[in-house]
């Protein structure tokens, strides 16, 4: 493994839903490529008046859960990958993934993009993995059910924000070890801003050669997060990287959806969110 990959930590969230089937399979891959272990959390609700009312129902629910992960060790297994497999009891599945996180100092939750669409939610991430996103204090891996791991390129949005630099340094770095082409793409806000922008964008080009030789940049104008999906279909990426925006408490509602909302849930790719 090479020091510049930034996960060594690395926390799966699943439920063993078919929506968590890319984030496993893309979870295993990290795990194996960088030759690091693999913490798994399942967080399962918890109702102490339903469980005391039918604990039958709850000990059944307790030995689903223990086949599931039987059967996922037995993948990890066959993948080559360590897994450490902790099961967690609460009333909110994404706060139990945010405190499993901390407590255990993971640097990156790998987790899926969202369960079935709703009429609310034709192209935002689900409603949890939004929670998620919002109050994890690392960076968050949102994986589209049939995604793959990255093969063709990345893609990093980086604006004129106090975390850009991460964001082309972090990208950099993940391209350098699976030594693939990066892609820089900022967006200026108008015409009057293009001149800063290319500026600022040349210099988050110049900080990634420093890690990758195939890099380049792009300025963009119009809607920050269609160009960023235009940009990305147009070079190939299958990983973005973008930096986290406020997220509303309600982030599914209509006139609510963050630019960061938009591209990850327009993409049929992996999209990995910086906090700010």
Request: with cysteine.
């Amino acid at each position: 493994m090479t020091s510049l990959y930034p996960f060594n930590r690395i926390l799966l969230a699943t439920e063993f839903t078919e929506f968590d089937a890319g984030a496993e399979r893309i979870a295993f891959a990290m795990a194996k490529h960088c030759a690091v272990p693999l913490r798994v959390v399942v967080p399962i609700g918890s109702n102490p008046e339903y469980e005391a009312e039918a604990p039958e129902l709850s000990l059944r629910e307790d030995q689903l859960v223990a086949e599931e992960v039987a059967s996922l060790r037995g993948r990890a297994k066959t993948a080559g990958v360590e897994l450490d497999v902790h099961v967690r009891h609460g009333m909110e599945a994404h706060r139990e993934i945010v405190e499993e996180a901390s407590a255990v100092g993971a640097d990156l939750i790998v987790i899926r993009r969202r369960g079935k669409q709703s009429f609310l939610a034709k192209l935002l991430v689900g409603e949890m993995v939004s929670k998620v996103i919002r109050d994890a204090h690392c960076s968050v891996l949102t994986v589209p059910r049939n995604a793959e791991f990255w093969q063709h390129g990345i893609l990093a949005s980086a604006g004129d924000t106090p975390i850009a630099q991460d964001i082309a340094k972090l990208a950099a770095g993940i391209a350098a070890v699976c030594d693939l082409p990066l892609t820089i793409v900022s967006i200026a806000e108008n015409q009057a801003h293009r001149a800063r922008t290319e500026s600022i964008n040349a210099s988050y080009v110049a900080l990634a050669s420093a890690l990758i030789k195939r890099v380049q940049g792009r300025v963009c104008d119009g809607d920050p997060a269609m160009q960023t999906i235009s940009v990305a279909r147009e070079s190939a990426a299958d990983l973005i990287v973008i930096g986290r925006q406020r997220y509303h408490q309600i982030p599914f509602m209509r006139g609510n959806t963050s630019i960061m909302q938009k591209i990850i849930g327009a993409n049929d790719v992996s999209t990995l969110v910086i906090p700010s």
